[in-house]
């Protein structure tokens, strides 16, 4: 694990140290999956946010610099506002220290978080201050190799529990994207 500077506001972001990175990347680009938005994957988030009754869906592909967000559901009017009344917009491209996937990519395990404020390590996560984001269910998306290529997830603006239901939907949805990603890279066809 290492230590990222301390931002502007000065506050200390312990964000995982990510060595599988390169290794993921090539491996990304070997099935197809790069960094572009997929109308296939924004259904299968949308799908995935319904399913968790959620405000926020996601497929995450973890790359070397940051994260991108190749399938994405999020509310049509943000929840969150910054103190001058502006919205903020969830973009598909975030810093590797947004958010928790990449917590749960290094740990190679799902991650329930049920109120974000309750663990000092996510309480000051740029997208709890900026998006209001309260909870967070996420599972790592790995491939038959043992890569891990990334996350799915589902966001929430207030604190849920998830419970063994959310944890057991959360990681079917991912194992069922994996076997859809690798079909579609061994036929050729689209997702």
């Not at 938005?37 to 949308?46: H, Q, R, T, V």
């Not at 103190?83 to 928790?100: L, S």
Request: glycine share 10%; hydrophobic share 40%; charged share 25%.
């Amino acid at each position: 694990m290492t230590y990222d500077p301390p931002r502007p506001a000065g506050r200390l972001l312990l964000t995982p140290e990510d060595r599988e990175a390169p290794a993921r990347v090539r491996r990304l680009r070997r099935l197809g999956l790069v960094e572009r938005p997929d109308p296939a994957l924004d259904s299968f988030a949308a799908h995935l946010a319904g399913l968790a009754e959620a405000p926020y869906g996601m497929v995450n592909f973890l790359v070397e610099d940051g994260q991108f967000f190749a399938g994405l559901r999020v509310p049509d009017t943000p929840p969150a506002s910054r103190g001058d009344g502006a919205r903020p917009e969830f973009g598909r491209v975030q810093p590797r220290d947004h958010g928790f996937c990449p917590h749960v990519v290094v740990r190679r395990k799902a991650l329930v978080l049920e109120d974000v404020r309750d663990y000092p390590r996510f309480a000051g996560n740029p997208v709890v201050d900026e998006f209001g984001i309260r909870s967070y269910l996420g599972a790592p998306l790995i491939d038959s190799t043992g890569t891990v290529l990334g996350t799915v997830s589902a966001a929430d603006v207030r604190p849920r529990t998830w419970g063994t239901a959310g944890l057991a939907t959360i990681k079917s949805t991912a194992a069922d994207l994996v076997r859809r990603i690798e079909r579609s890279a061994e036929d050729g066809l689209p997702l």
